[in-house]
């Protein structure tokens, strides 16, 4: 993978990490909201228990002052009665402050009237929360308004006594109704805080909760949005992608079916004047016609030879990955010359070598294809008329890329074809070759990433330049 590409996926936010985000928000708000109303739901518990408090509280009061003044006993039974709640209240507060067991804790709770569905959620509340400020407060007037409740039952059994023994003279009843109504006052000043500070605390909750749910749910829109755009840029990438590849297809499919109509014609032709010649040298008994039909033949395969080599070349060119090592060019070149020989006028042309680049990292297989070909041109469309004919190879270094210059002064080529020389099958003149050679070797030069260029003159000779990458990515 290229750096260019490491960066850029660094840069996209990563598609693994945006779905964690989610997952976790989306958990994390599950889990806040659950607690947060199973906190909210148990403040309204206490809420509740404290108006039963409060309410059995005054009932109790009211009971007690009536049998102060009437001395009847079912107003002591009910003063005991309501007094009962809260201080089933209190006895359940003493046992989860001092770790009392589940079923006394609620049985003091059931006491205090406190609904049986809520008795769990109260609980867990107290000791989880009892030093937190929202409930430490209430606790604390809960605390202060217990040993009232207590004293408030003192006086009730000491009223009880008097009345019992017959000892309740008015001025004992006026002292205990004073009593009795500062307890009832005191603990009312209680239970207006407690009901305060839960009221504050849940209001706290609330917020709380209120902003843990903006945040999380802003994060999840954010992070999903970011996610579907990835999405929907990867999958436009993809789809020009394909729309490239389908493209490329096309050219391909449309060269394929071009290659092989000509191909089979170009392969049959030799093999049908081949035929022509067997049947005339049959006929034929002067060896002189004989030995130049053979030559005739010769020329036939020598021509089908190279254009068979010609195909391997091209297959190769398209199936073979780059690869890409330390490459002589020198030894390339007197390879491809030694193959020359054997090329029809080969040995009356001069070459020349002026090699400034030996090795390169490049193909070789593309390399080779690229060399031997221009250099067998090269001596295949010399002029035999000129006295002096030569090949000049150069190669150098030019703005990071090595220039390999073949230089001829052959029949040349007409300007209106310097183009055409590098389609498929073009050839200028159908008896000296396939036209496939200088197609092959510009897809092998565009695979390595180089460019080919021509310059040439009619008579006068040509110049075929190809610029090859210093370097290579990857
Ligand atoms: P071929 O196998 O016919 O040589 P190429 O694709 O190699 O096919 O060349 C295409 C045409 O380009 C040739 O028919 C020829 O006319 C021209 N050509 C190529 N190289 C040279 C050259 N060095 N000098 C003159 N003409 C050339």
Request: contains cysteine.
């Amino acid at each position: 993978m290229s750096k260019y590409k490491i960066l850029e996926q660094m840069k996209q936010p990563n598609v693994f990490i945006l779905l964690m985000i989610i997952i976790l928000s989306g958990t994390l708000l599950i889990f806040i909201n659950y607690y947060t109303i199973k906190i909210l739901n148990a403040d309204r518990a206490y809420v509740n228990g404290e108006s039963h408090y409060s309410k059995a509280q005054k009932e109790a009061t009211r009971f007690i002052i009536t049998y102060l003044y009437t001395q009847d006993k079912s107003q002591w039974t009910l003063f005991k009665k309501e007094l009962s709640v809260p201080q089933g209240d209190g006895f359940a507060r003493i046992s989860m402050t001092h770790d009392g067991t589940e079923e006394e804790i609620k049985t003091g709770l059931r006491a205090g009237r406190n609904n049986e569905k809520d008795l769990d959620d109260m609980i867990w509340l107290f000791k989880n929360f009892h030093s937190v400020s929202f409930l430490r407060n209430a606790i604390v007037e809960w605390k202060k308004a217990d040993p009232l409740i207590d004293q408030l039952a003192t006086v009730g059994e000491e009223i009880h006594q008097k009345v019992v023994t017959e000892k309740l003279t008015p001025e004992v009843r006026d002292l205990y109704y004073k009593r009795i109504s500062k307890l009832s006052g005191r603990l009312t000043v209680h239970q207006g805080n407690f009901s305060n500070e839960l009221g504050k605390s849940s209001r706290i909750v609330k917020n709380y909760l209120f902003y843990a749910n903006v945040f999380f749910i802003l994060l999840i829109i954010s992070s999903v949005g970011i996610y579907y755009a990835i999405m929907v840029k990867k999958l436009l990438d993809s789809k020009e992608e394909i729309e490239i590849k389908n493209k490329d297809l096309t050219i391909v499919n449309k060269e394929l079916d071009h290659f092989v109509h000509s191909a089979s014609h170009d392969l049959r032709s030799p093999i049908t004047s081949l035929k022509g010649l067997i049947e005339v040298i049959r006929l034929e008994d002067d060896l002189e016609k004989i030995r130049g039909y053979l030559d005739l033949m010769d020329r036939s395969l020598i021509k089908q030879d190279q254009f068979i080599s010609d195909i391997i070349d091209y297959s190769k060119n398209k199936r073979k990955e780059l690869v890409i090592e330390s490459v002589s060019l020198c030894k390339i070149i007197d390879g491809a010359l030694d193959q020359l020989h054997y090329i029809k006028g080969a040995k009356s042309i001069a070459i020349s070598k002026q090699l400034d680049v030996d090795y390169v990292f490049s193909d070789r297989l593309r390399l080779k294809i690229v060399i031997n070909n221009l250099l067998s041109n090269a001596v295949k469309y010399s002029d035999d008329k000129k006295k002096a004919q030569f090949i000049a190879i150069k190669t150098y270094w030019s703005d990071g890329f090595c220039v390999i210059e073949i230089e001829d002064n052959g029949i040349g080529i007409m300007e209106q074809y310097h183009h055409n020389i590098f389609e498929m099958f073009f050839v200028t003149n159908s008896n000296t070759g396939s036209g496939l050679g200088l197609y092959i070797v510009k897809e092998a030069v565009e695979n390595m990433n180089g460019s080919i260029t021509v310059t040439s003159e009619i008579k006068k000779g040509s110049k075929f330049t190809v610029r090859i990458p210093q370097h290579y990515e990857g």
